[in-house]
């Protein structure tokens, strides 16, 4: 892949405040990643398609990514960041609200990245269990917002994507199926290992 244009994509995607994995996370996400090899990696929220082009880097031989984004202006810009570094056979964008792709998907998955809109996350996970392969990983970025997540805070615009992120966090914690981490990198980030198949 063409590295250069890759820290151009990044630094754009800096200076107009889109919300791109923070490096600490993706080095997190590397370690992981790159013992694993996926073979196919599901990302909910593309945005400009920074951090699907990073894991392209983590996939196995032949491996792919999907990743699903409503943003009509971010998904071309995705496809143009995509095809300047080289990898649009590895990565396949679906366009449109994750809420209605994702119960289309059949497919099934090493890892899936969540990072998309925080009130959606109990159900992304719903939906991530359904696909995630037996010892598979499932990351939800932003999981401790700012650290409101943590906190007694709840009066604000932001109630309902608190109450959905302590929701997520319950429900991988609770799942005997899952083995669960929470990081305070970047954002927050949640990192659940499926044990067994469900
Ligand atoms: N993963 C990207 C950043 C994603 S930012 C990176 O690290 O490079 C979150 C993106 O999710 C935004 O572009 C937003 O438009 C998209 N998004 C939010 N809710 C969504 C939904 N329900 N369906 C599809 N995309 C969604
Ligand atoms: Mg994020």
Redesign the pocket.
């Known amino acids: 892949m063409n590295k250069q244009e890759l820290e151009k994509i990044k630094q754009k995607a800096l200076e107009e405040h889109?919300?791109?994995?923070m490096d600490d996370t993706l080095e997190i996400m590397e370690k992981y990643l790159k013992e694993e090899k996926p073979a196919r990696i599901l990302?909910?929220?593309?945005?400009?398609g920074?951090?699907a082009i990073c894991f392209t880097e983590f996939l196995d031989k032949d491996g792919v990514i999907d990743t699903?984004?409503?943003?009509e202006e971010?998904v071309a810009k995705a496809r143009e960041n995509i095809k300047k570094v080289e990898v649009e056979e590895k990565i396949n964008i679906y366009e449109g609200?994750?809420?209605e792709i994702l119960p289309t998907l059949n497919e099934k998955y090493d890892a899936v990245f969540i990072?998309?809109?925080k009130g959606?996350y109990p159900f992304f996970l719903k939906e991530s269990l359904r696909m995630i392969k037996p010892n598979g990983i499932i990351f939800a970025d932003n999981i401790l917002y700012k650290g409101y997540v943590l906190s007694d805070y709840n009066k604000h615009k932001q109630r309902t994507a608190v109450r959905n992120l302590r929701e997520y966090i319950k429900e991988v914690s609770e799942n005997p199926n899952l083995e669960t981490e929470i990081l305070e990198v970047g954002d927050g980030l949640a990192i659940s290992r499926m044990k067994k198949q469900l």
């Open positions: 889109i919300p791109i994995i990302e909910i929220g593309t945005a400009v920074y951090s699903i984004e409503r943003e971010r609200d994750a809420v990072d998309a809109a959606k």
